[in-house]
């Protein structure tokens, strides 16, 4: 496990708020690479602005943004509203835009300015996992994400808890951040039970031990999904339940047509976190 680590202090700045939407562009750097498990790679990532974004925890994303060439065109500045930025992404030839790729934050310290993002690497690499492999201290990663004083509607995450007695959160190595933000702030009351699924024995199990207290299910195969989520279905009480899961695109419109058609009575959130089809090359 290597750990290398700068962390400078920040004064508070206040990001100046962005026309319509409350997402901006943040230009970090980053200051920590952290080898968490076999295959998960934690970059913590500064800029002052980031005491000014909006932190909701849960699942809340953000869009990455990573550069064809060298760096990010400084066109793509700090406090870049989402029009603007999209704007500007559309205008860009496909074979010089920056790539984009939608991660959750999994720790913020907007206090000192700071953002953990957690990446699971240990597949066919695109540019984001590539960018993890071999990012070091100081490189610039650049990021879309709330700006707090213009969210009011916690832009960006979409778990939703509203009293419901029984939970399934479920999903795979690319969910546990998200999976893990939802443990951090499910009451304990909740009747929640987590299905985590893993390709590596090694992996499965440190996931488990990160949700400590809850009831945890470890899954080798993503096709024991739909398994996992019909047995709870059939033994929760149903009286007020909810269905979260993340994963790949195919498992998880399985798994979408399985509820609607069967248990309408669960309100679910269910979305494709990856596509093991791939992207066009420069997408
Ligand atoms: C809301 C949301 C939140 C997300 N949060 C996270 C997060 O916190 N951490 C995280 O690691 N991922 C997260 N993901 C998933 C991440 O965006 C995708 O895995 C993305 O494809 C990675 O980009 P890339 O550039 O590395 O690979 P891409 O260029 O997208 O893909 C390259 C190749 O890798 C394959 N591939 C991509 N992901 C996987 C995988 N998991 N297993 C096997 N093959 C794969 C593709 O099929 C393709 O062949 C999230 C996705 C969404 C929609």
Redesign the pocket.
Known sequence: MTVTEIRPRFQDVSAKPAASSPNVLFRTRVAVRHELAPGFIRLTVQCPELTAMAWHGL?Q?IKLF?PKGPRLPQEYHAGLSERDWKALWRAQPVETRP?L????I?DARPGIGEVD????VD????????FAQSASVGDELVFSGPLGALDHKRKGVQFVYSGHAEMLIAG???AF??MLGIHRQLPESVSAVFVVQAGSPELASWMGERLAGRQVQLLAEPRQMHEAATHWVNTAERTSAYAWF?AEHQVIGDLKRQFSVRHRRVQLQA?G???????AALS
């Open positions: 699942d994303r990573l790539y790729r939608t991660f959750t999994a993002i957690d990446f699971f597949h066919a690499h695109g540019p984001a996992s590539r795979d190595e690319t951040p998200a993340a979305q976190y990856w596509n093991r089809r791939g992207r």
